[in-house]
C-alpha cells in the first residue's frame, strides 16, 4: 500500500509540474496579435494589518514586442522554466497578457516575491500552478528592465525570481 501511495504521488507531481508547461506551449499556438506587460503594486491579506490595507494598484502597462511575447511563451514551456515547489503567500504583481483581436485569450501572472506563476486560457477558464526557475526567472528581470518596468518593483521583491 505505501509503494502505490508513493507512485502515485510521484505521478501527481510529474503531471502538475507539466501542466504549466503544456498550457504555455498552447498559447504559443495561438499567436497573439498583441501583448501587455503590466506591473502591479500588492499588498494581500497575509501581508498587511488590516483589511483596509490590502492593495493592488497598477503602476505601468506596456506593450512588448511579438518576439519577445513568442520568447516568454517558448521559456515558459520548457520543463527548466520551473522548480518543483510553490511558495503558499499569494502575491501576484507581474502580468503578461495575450491578445487576438482586442480580446484577451491567455495570461501568465507571476509574483517576483515569492517566483510563483499561473498561466491561464480566457475561453476554457483553464489555469496551472508552477514557480519559476532561477534561470526563467532571470530572463523575466531582463524583460522587466528592457521595457523600463524594474524600477516599478523594489529590488527586495525580487527574491522570488532568485
Known sequence: MKGFLLILTVVIAAHSHAQPRKLAKYLYTLEADST??????????EMVKTESEVLERLLSVRGISKDEAENILKKASRKSAYRDDRALLTHYNIVIGYYKNGEPFGSLTLSSKTGNITISIAKSQTQAYGRVSKSF?????SVLDNYGMLKFINRLDLEGFN
Do not use: D, E, H
Not at 501587455?36 to 491579506?45: E, F, G, K, N, P
Open 36 to 45: 501587455l506587460l503590466s506591473v502591479y503594486q500588492v499588498a494581500t491579506r
Open 137 to 141: 526567472g532571470k530572463y523575466l528581470v
